[in-house]
């Protein structure tokens, strides 16, 4: 079982920063992908960035170029900085494990609350 706990999400201006991060319990953690998702009211989750085992990166079309994923897996802690915040950033963000080919080993986060205003 893996258990995963986000912070560092807030109240943050248009064009400001934020650092989030999601510590995980659990043993291998180096073998899972991970990622970010967000969801705002009424809408449907969706991937924001994700980084595989191995350190490969992806990022949804709207963040790209402002967000950073990254992995340490001496912390068992992945992060996601973000620059140049803008309202439609605004949502609650999970974080997510996944072990590659084993579709029950799946993690969900309670989710962080990023609030940004104009």
């Known amino acids: 079982q893996v258990q995963l706990v986000e912070s560092g999400g807030g109240l943050v201006q248009a064009g400001g920063s934020l650092r989030l991060s999601c510590a995980a319990s659990g043993s291998r953690f180096s073998m899972y992908d991970m990622g970010w998702y967000r969801q705002a009211p009424g809408k449907q989750r969706e991937l924001v960035a994700g980084i595989t085992s191995d350190s490969t990166t992806n990022y949804a079309d709207s963040v790209k170029g402002r967000f950073t994923i990254s992995r340490d897996n001496a912390k068992n802690t992945v992060y996601l900085q973000m620059n140049s915040l803008k309202p439609e950033d605004t949502g609650v963000y999970y974080c997510?494990?996944?072990?590659?080919?084993?579709?029950?080993?799946?993690?969900w986060g309670k989710g962080t609350l990023v609030t940004v205003s104009s």
């Open positions: 997510n494990a996944k072990r590659t080919f084993i579709y029950v080993m799946n993690y």
